[in-house]
């Protein structure tokens, strides 16, 4: 029984969009679990839009996703080269045999007589195919248009009736009809190869046994299928899964927000989250389980779970699943993952004490959605004073927030400590002498040493802080609202 083998063949025309990071996800899985080969092929004859540098960032971004392969154009294989644009005359040589059995022809109509036929079809309630203009050329006018310098496509004769019929492992069976597929082109005219015919000819000598992608090719699919008949090849299976779509059902596109791997992970999403996001789109593959890990993906994975069902991406669950992959880390984990962000914010774990830097990375990964919200504790932890926020300039200018403040500060200042067991004492005279509870207290001196309202617990900031940089936030805190109420009382 011949091993498995399965691809994923990207365009270099731009950042990795993840729907494509999800079929590259699911081919790998689907490889794991039946130790097949994965191949990465770049089909690159989109001569306009490709750019290496693409291609450099859609492998930079499938690696960051811990996606591997095992053939492809950064490492050796049998059935290269794995760029289309370096297969130009294996296709030429194919395109010729048509040719030359006239089971294709070369069409000489322009863009804008395609693309006005193609309106009056739909005007007309038709669904637009290309009506064979050029199938039956007499030499003269074949003569007149070279005259005219027109350059042809080529295309194949494709059957006027009959069915085309081919297996889909989420599908079934899928057919069509044969009347409404038209003469579709092999060659643009440019002498670069269309996609249709191609990724036939590169999937056969590839000897790619299961073709996973997404359903919008589900129509490319019998075009490929007469492909496979012309040149009396077996036709690999093919498993079209559903396409990412937005909350308004429509299929997702930047109109919806971030549709990049990069994006993502330069908002500090990790990629063991995408991935286990990804593959949960579409399904539940453990009833009643969410949080996988790649290894725990391989087992669980199963195309038709992943597959039929509509997959709509939602951001903000995406968040959540990287908030419960962050819970996980150790602090020492956290602490590296949080460390770029943090310094392009300017704070740096550097010179640190090993204990102090972990402590703060607990903090942050039991608080973060992603690595990047990091940054908002730098106020908080590194810098010498917090920043307000506007709410809180309102809270610290009333009176009684004043006096609670005040309080702290003047028992504080006879025992300054941030020692964990001193301050609760230090909190608990506090609470007597005020009569007041420790909710009331906690809010206003949480407000002037963190200069937000909510978030950890005073009690694991304060041990964080210096004596000196806790007693600077006070007088700072009670310098402002004195001020506010000067101001007040001016007005």
């Not at 063991?272 to 949960?280: C, D, G, P, T």
């Not at 607990?362 to 504790?377: D, H, P």
Request: aromatic share 8%.
């Amino acid at each position: 029984m011949r091993k498995e083998r399965v691809r994923f063949a990207p365009s270099p025309t731009g950042r990795l969009h993840i729907g494509n990071a999800r079929t590259a996800l699911f081919n790998y899985l689907f490889a794991a679990q039946n130790e097949a080969a994965f191949i990465l092929r770049i089909e690159d004859t989109d001569i306009e839009r490709s750019d290496p540098e693409h291609e450099h960032q859609l492998i930079e971004a499938l690696k960051w996703l811990g996606i591997e392969w095992d053939e492809g154009p950064d490492r050796s294989g049998r059935h290269g080269p794995y760029r289309q644009s370096e297969r130009i005359d294996l296709y030429r040589k194919y395109v010729d045999a048509l040719l030359e059995r006239d089971r294709a022809y070369y069409c000489y109509c322009t863009d804008e007589e395609l693309e006005k036929t193609r309106k009056e079809m739909l005007l007309s309630g038709v669904a637009p195919k290309y009506p064979g203009t050029c199938r039956n050329l007499t030499q003269k006018e074949r003569a007149a248009f070279e005259a005219a310098r027109r350059k042809p496509c080529i295309r194949l004769r494709t059957p006027n009736t009959g069915v085309i019929r081919f297996q889909d492992k989420i599908h079934g069976t899928v057919t069509f009809k044969a009347e409404d597929i038209g003469d579709f082109v092999l060659m643009r005219s440019n002498g670069m190869p269309s996609y249709n015919f191609a990724v036939v000819i590169d999937d056969y000598y590839m000897e790619i046994t299961t073709v996973i992608r997404g359903e919008d090719h589900l129509a490319n699919t019998p075009r490929q299928a007469l492909l496979y008949r012309e040149f009396g090849w077996n036709a690999p299976m093919f498993a079209h899964h559903s396409l990412l779509m937005g909350d308004d059902g429509s299929k997702l596109s930047k109109r919806h927000g971030v549709t990049s791997v990069e994006s993502f992970r330069d908002m500090g999403v990790l990629p063991e989250s995408l991935i286990n996001y990804f593959a949960l789109l579409g399904g539940n593959l453990v009833e009643g389980r969410e949080i996988f890990s790649l290894g725990e993906l391989i087992d669980a994975f199963s195309l038709k779970k992943a597959g039929r069902s509509p997959a709509i991406f939602s951001q903000s669950r995406l968040l959540w699943v990287n908030q419960q992959h962050l819970k996980r880390k150790s602090p020492a984990e956290t602490a590296v993952l949080v460390e770029p962000f943090l310094e392009k914010a300017g704070n740096s774990f550097r010179g640190r004490e090993k204990s102090w830097v972990e402590a703060v990375a607990a903090i942050i990964g039991e608080n973060v959605k992603t690595l990047k919200e990091a940054r908002a504790y730098g106020p908080i932890l590194f810098e010498e004073l917090p920043v307000y926020s506007e709410r809180v300039r309102q809270r610290l200018a009333q009176s009684e927030v004043r006096e609670i403040i005040s309080a702290f500060q003047k028992r504080f200042q006879l025992s300054p400590s941030n020692d964990k067991s001193d301050l609760a004492a230090i909190l608990g005279d506090v609470r007597s002498g005020l009569g007041k509870s420790g909710r009331d207290i906690f809010l206003p001196l949480r407000m002037a040493i963190t200069g937000i309202e909510s978030g950890p617990e005073l009690d694991r900031i304060l041990p964080l802080l210096s004596p000196g940089a806790i007693e600077k936030r006070l007088q700072a805190a009670l310098a402002f609202s004195a001020n506010e109420a000067e101001d007040s009382a001016k007005s």
